[in-house]
């Protein structure tokens, strides 16, 4: 908070601005709004400057437009980044569906991936994370909060229908590696079933799994049509985690399997 008071008073001081031309500056704003809470006295804005007194967010304005200021780079000095407020919502869930009333802010940046291999098939299921060479902030607003590098990604291949409809091909899939015991129960329906994501000698697959002693057993759902796969568990397929998160397409033409 001193720091922030600091800035101000360095601004202040680069304007050639005194303690009473502020308060002059601040009253006319005020007398403008007919609000006095935007005045900056003097005692108050010496307290500011000096001894960290957290102005408020009147006093604020006032000083922004003073000193011409961007009050968003403002509140970051206190601690406070706008850009945060989508994802601190999404912190928070409500039961009814809304409309979210926040725009998109240019300064919003989030670290992601932005080089993949370059041997990249997306026809086929791939452990994403692995396939990521470079990462690199870009302005995704609603991700700030999603701390990608030490998340694991697996991207469905858009040939493998062995999940549809439940994880279409082409669908981001988040695995979380700290879930790796294969459950025997706990589930009432097929979309409370944990869903693995695993590695064999041939590549990697989405499924169902069942394990009775070293032999593990992946079902697909019965609407692929895809016979189910059994292996010897560890020696020959390994259990990277399980699916937690899956971003999808809702257009109807890519989610539509091809007729043969």
């Not at 601005?17 to 005045?39: P, S």
């Not at 809304?98 to 291999?117: C, N, Y």
């Not at 062995?162 to 279409?168: H, L």
């Not at 990697?204 to 016979?227: I, N, R, T």
Request: net charge neutral; with cysteine.
């Amino acid at each position: 908070m001193a720091e922030a008071g600091q800035k101000l008073k360095q601004i202040r001081e680069r304007l050639g601005l005194k303690y009473r031309e502020v308060e002059e500056a601040t009253t006319r704003i005020a007398n403008q709004h007919q609000n006095d809470e935007l005045i900056v006295s003097l005692s108050r804005l010496a307290d500011i400057e000096n001894k960290g007194t957290v102005p408020s967010m009147y006093r604020l304005y006032s000083l922004c437009a003073v000193y011409r200021l961007d009050m968003t780079d403002a509140l970051s000095w206190y601690g406070i980044s706008l850009s945060l407020l989508p994802a601190d919502a999404l912190l928070l869930g409500h039961p009814k569906t809304h409309m979210i009333g926040f725009k998109a802010r240019q300064d919003a940046e989030v670290q992601s991936p932005i080089s993949l291999d370059p041997g990249i098939d997306l026809s086929k299921t791939m452990f994403l994370s692995r396939m990521i060479q470079k990462w690199g902030k870009l302005p995704l607003m609603l991700l700030r909060h999603m701390d990608l590098r030490s998340r694991l990604y697996g991207l469905i291949g858009t040939d493998d229908w062995s999940m549809f409809p439940i994880i279409p091909p082409g669908s981001l899939v988040v695995i979380d590696d700290s879930r790796r015991r294969i459950l025997s129960t706990g589930w009432r329906s097929e979309f409370d079933r944990p869903i693995y994501f695993l590695e064999h000698r041939e590549g990697y697959m989405c499924g169902w799994c069942s394990l009775e002693e070293d032999k593990l057993s992946v079902q697909f759902h019965p609407s692929s049509g895809c016979a189910p796969g059994f292996y010897t568990y560890p020696d020959e397929i390994e259990v990277i985690g399980q699916v937690t998160q899956v971003a999808m397409t809702l257009e109807p033409s890519q989610r539509n399997r091809p007729r043969k």
